[in-house]
């Protein structure tokens, strides 16, 4: 696909997985005051940003390929402390069909799917929220009915961190550019557990030739070829001479996504998967230079 950058490429070394604890982040536009969550489906991670700077990375577990995730711009909309999970219809049809126990309400506790508190985001019919889990050993992953499971001391920061009204972006990319200390330029490419048509394809092989007129230096092809072929989420140098190259300090997303706005493919709705009680108002909504950000899906 991107036999134009192999031709200008210096060699054919294979890309070596190089500090795959180092994590990069998506190319969201995010608001430079308040706090902003940003979760990329594709890497199962949930990130926090503070006045546009990043503060936390909190692993996830999002919805399965047949209750996904919707994507799109949210708010936080309430925070529930020792929630009772109200289970939606469809989920009692679910456990009916696996011969478990029918339940419609499941109080606080143990064993309360929602673990100790349930931060909502976008509108209450949409049943979506950041919560724990009464399964750790599912997160991260994609094991939900729609919602966003965090480990139980994670949710918990979350939810002491953040107030109704913060953003919350809910972005799908699968393939994500970034830029270390030292300006190498690095490509992370993450599995299509979604299988949608990938929008930032088209726009890749033009965003590495733009980067390489900008900065004279060649970029390595093979090595884009190969992380589309591998897809296993470890960070590939595009510029390094040598594959081997460790990333310098930390990954700063490299604004391609953001600057051309590819559509973004609907995602099916989800069904409701919780409904907490005994909300607890933290306070008035956070400024957003007077946004109004609307669902891009229900998750009816």
Not at 26 to 47: C, K, S, T
Not at 262 to 273: D, F, I, N
Request: proline share 10%; aromatic share 6%.
């Amino acid at each position: 696909m991107l036999k134009r950058l192999s031709v200008l490429a210096l060699g054919w070394w294979l890309a070596v997985p190089v500090q795959a604890a180092v994590m990069p982040a998506p190319d969201v536009a995010v608001n430079p005051i308040g706090r902003h969550l940003v979760l990329n489906l594709p890497q199962a991670r949930l990130f926090l940003y503070q006045d546009g700077k990043l503060a936390r990375i909190f692993p996830v577990a999002v919805g399965k390929m047949l209750t996904q995730t919707p994507t799109g711009s949210f708010d936080i909309t309430g925070i529930y402390r020792a929630p009772s999970w109200h289970v939606p219809k469809s989920i009692q049809e679910e456990m009916r069909r696996n011969g478990k126990e029918v339940q419609t309400v499941v109080p606080p506790g143990p064993n309360n799917p929602l673990g100790p508190v349930f931060v909502r985001f976008g509108e209450n019919s949409l049943g979506l929220g950041f919560h724990g889990t009464n399964a750790p050993g599912s997160v991260p992953g994609f094991r939900s009915h729609g919602c966003v499971r965090l480990r139980n001391n994670d949710a918990l920061e979350l939810a002491g961190t953040v107030s109704r009204g913060d953003a919350v972006t809910v972005a799908y990319q699968t393939i994500i550019l970034s830029e270390d200390e030292a300006g190498q330029l690095w490509l992370t490419v993450y599995r299509n557990h979604y299988r949608q048509s990938d929008p930032s394809l088209p726009y890749l092989a033009d965003t590495l030739l733009a980067w390489q007129r900008q900065h004279q230096q060649a970029l390595f092809g093979q090595r884009v070829d190969n992380a589309l072929r591998q897809r296993d989420g470890k960070p590939v140098c595009l510029s390094c001479k040598s594959a081997k190259t460790d990333i310098n300090g930390s990954l700063s997303a490299l604004p391609w996504l953001s600057k051309m706005n590819p559509p973004v493919p609907p995602a099916p709705a989800a069904p409701a998967a919780s409904q907490p009680q005994n909300e607890r108002q933290p306070g008035p909504p956070s400024a957003r230079a007077g946004q109004r950000v609307r669902p891009a899906a229900k998750a009816g």
